[in-house]
């Protein structure tokens, strides 16, 4: 009886572990979607009261996606936009974001607008100057 008990214990044990490795690859896995999902997390809270949630803006608010966003800064860089919107916005608060949340606000945006670009987007100016803002 106490052996089979044992038994049981380390087989569950094992299960768990199993199952922690398991956790920690699939957690690692996906860099990039995580990154996204950070910057809409932090769109939402912070920018989608003017921009609004479908980032198209309003009458006094201009979109930050459709022929008014491509024609402002298509042919431009993601570190354009970075540094556009790390000096004036929340346009209510400029300055207030650290550099990673308006990378990852940037990296959402532009996937929202499929701009292609692999993997995260980096934090440094000249790594981001060679992602440039083109339609896929
Ligand atoms: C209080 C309202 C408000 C909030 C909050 C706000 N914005 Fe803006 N945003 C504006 C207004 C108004 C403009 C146009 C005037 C200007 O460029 O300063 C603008 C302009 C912009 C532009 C330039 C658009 C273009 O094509 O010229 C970008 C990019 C932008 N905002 C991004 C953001 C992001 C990202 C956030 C969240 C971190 C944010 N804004 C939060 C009101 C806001």
Not at 114 to 126: I, N, R, S
Request: with cysteine.
């Amino acid at each position: 009886m106490n052996r089979f008990r044992f038994l049981a214990i380390a087989a569950l044990v094992g299960w768990c572990s199993a199952f922690a490795a398991l956790g920690a690859q699939g957690g690692g896995a996906a860099p990039a979607e995580d990154q996204q999902a950070r910057g809409k997390t932090l769109y939402v809270d912070k920018c989608a009261s003017c921009h609004q949630e479908s980032l198209k803006g309003t009458t006094e608010t201009p979109p930050l996606t459709g022929d008014t966003f491509w024609g402002n800064w298509e042919t431009y860089s993601a570190n354009n936009l970075v540094e556009q919107i790390r000096t004036t916005m929340p346009e209510d608060n400029p300055g207030s974001l650290m550099r990673q949340e308006v990378v990852d606000i940037v990296a959402y945006v532009l996937k929202f607008n499929e701009v292609p670009f692999d993997g995260d987007l980096p934090m440094d100016a000249d790594a981001l100057k060679k992602v440039s803002i083109k339609k896929k």
